[in-house]
């Protein structure tokens, strides 16, 4: 469904990608682990043409992006739940979700949102709630709400559980396997190794804006060097 080829990304000197390549089958949950600044973002910020890479090819069901703007590219059917959630503060939930929305029918709104509101049925308690005053774990809710409003076929999820409580955290990860369950494929990048590994059929590791290792989530759960480098053992 999406295949990345030999990306290379800069932001003027700084060589943020080098060669990133990755494979998300349709169905599948594959995540992208990596510490601070190994590029994680990078990739899916130039997946959604928000950085134009300086060379490389980004396939989606066999049709180059690069050369597509962000708005084509979400019409092809990619939702994007950006890092650090990006929720207008200032508007209700309502609101923020119907902007994820904004080049579908009326029809089609309706019934994504009674999706989403399946999902989370605390958005829909809360839906004339200005989203700056809910919790941390709500605004997130919202945020990947409004990724599934556009009625993705591919979800990037940028570290859906960052700043949250373990007990949110959790309740994140399920919705993310109930998201995959009822048809969407998603990339997932996290810092949450543990947890990302776990839900992820296929896994990548970043290093400084390469991938140095590949697998199931299975076989690098049982991985001595992630073992070390990003479970903590
Ligand atoms: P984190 O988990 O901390 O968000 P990441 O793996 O998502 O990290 P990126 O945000 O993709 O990493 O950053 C990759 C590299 O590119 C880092 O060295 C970072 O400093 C650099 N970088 C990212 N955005 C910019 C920017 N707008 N201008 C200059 N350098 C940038």
Same mark, same amino acid.
């Given at each position: 469904m999406l295949k990345v080829s030999d990306l290379h990304v800069y932001y003027g000197g700084i060589?943020?990608?080098?060669?990133v390549h990755l494979n998300v089958e349709q169905g599948q949950i594959v995540t992208l682990i990596g510490a601070n600044g190994a590029g994680k973002s990078t990739t899916l910020r130039t997946i959604v043409g928000l950085e134009k890479p300086r060379s490389g090819s980004i396939l989606f069901n066999n049709e180059?992006?690069?050369? /597509?703007?962000t708005y084509q590219i979400i019409q092809r059917g990619i939702g994007i739940s950006p890092e650090g959630r990006k929720?207008?503060?200032?508007? %209700?939930v309502i609101e923020n979700l119907e902007l994820g929305a904004y080049h579908q029918r009326p029809k089609e709104v309706a019934e994504q949102m009674e999706w989403v509101y399946s999902l989370f049925p605390r958005l829909q308690e809360r +839906?004339?709630? /200005? %989203?700056? %005053?809910?919790s941390g774990g709500e605004q997130q809710m919202v945020a990947l709400g409004r990724a599934l409003m556009s009625k993705p076929k591919l979800v990037l999820l940028d570290?859906? +559980? /960052?700043?949250?409580?373990p007990l949110v955290v959790e309740e994140v990860f399920r919705t993310v396997q109930t998201i995959n369950e009822q048809g969407a494929t998603i990339l997932l990048v996290e810092q949450n190794a543990m947890a990302a590994l776990k839900v992820a059929h296929y896994a990548y590791v970043l290093e400084t804006g390469r991938v140095i290792l590949e697998g199931t989530g299975k076989e690098l759960l049982q991985d001595e060097r992630v073992r070390k480098a990003y479970l903590g053992e």
């Open positions: 060589h943020a990608l080098k060669g180059e992006l690069i050369k /597509l703007n929720v207008f503060p200032n508007l %209700t +839906s004339k709630q /200005l %989203t700056g %005053t809910l570290e859906p +559980s /960052l700043g949250l409580a």
